[in-house]
């Protein structure tokens, strides 16, 4: 009977590719464009939601604050380059909407109507092992974060976003910024559905 049953999962894998489940265990190397969410709306980030949608639509100057390490995760030198990658990726994504959206730097902090903020909750290495058992090698960076209005401390977006890599082509400064720019077409899109990427 176990072995009926084992069977029987295998088969239930097999023919449902679209599981979520399981293609979330899928890599996500080199992905820059946006997976397809949705009623196929663009799913840049692996979770989120903008929860007010038609207040962050009306723009204005954001301060994006360097994500800082999460749990389990090494607050270091190596940390603050990927998360001052994650800012620019952001920042260059806000930027190409023109004049929608102004980011500040830390010296205009004050003036900010929004402020996005997160954590570094994963940095994934190649084990030592992937090399002498003919295993992909791949990197890793997990990032959970938020974006909230300045002036009530409402949250307005919440969002969590991985980015899986080659480590002979791409570092995990490479990964942060192209986890930035996930998030901040993830932010100026408005979209106020659930988004969840199955890629």
Known sequence: ???????????????????????????????????????????????????DG??????????????????????????????????????????????????????RAREADWVVSGYVTGVGRPSRLSRWMFQKRRISLQVEGRVIQSSSQKNVAVFTDEARGDPRKKDHKQLGYDIGKDIGHFIVSGQEETVVRTD
């Open 1 to 51: 009977m176990k072995k009926n049953g084992i069977a029987a999962a295998l088969v239930i894998i097999a023919l449902c590719p679209g599981c979520a489940w399981f293609h979330a265990r899928q890599d996500t190397s080199g992905a820059v464009n946006a997976a397809q969410g949705p009623l196929g709306q663009p799913a840049w980030v692996r979770t989120g939601k903008i929860l």
């Open 54 to 107: 038609q207040l962050l639509r009306q723009g204005g100057k954001v301060f994006i604050v360097p994500f800082k390490a999460g749990v389990n995760v090494t607050a270091d030198d190596e940390l603050d380059k990927i998360a001052l990658m994650t800012v620019k990726g952001i920042a260059e994504a806000m930027k190409e909407r023109g004049a929608l959206f102004e980011i500040l730097g830390p010296d």
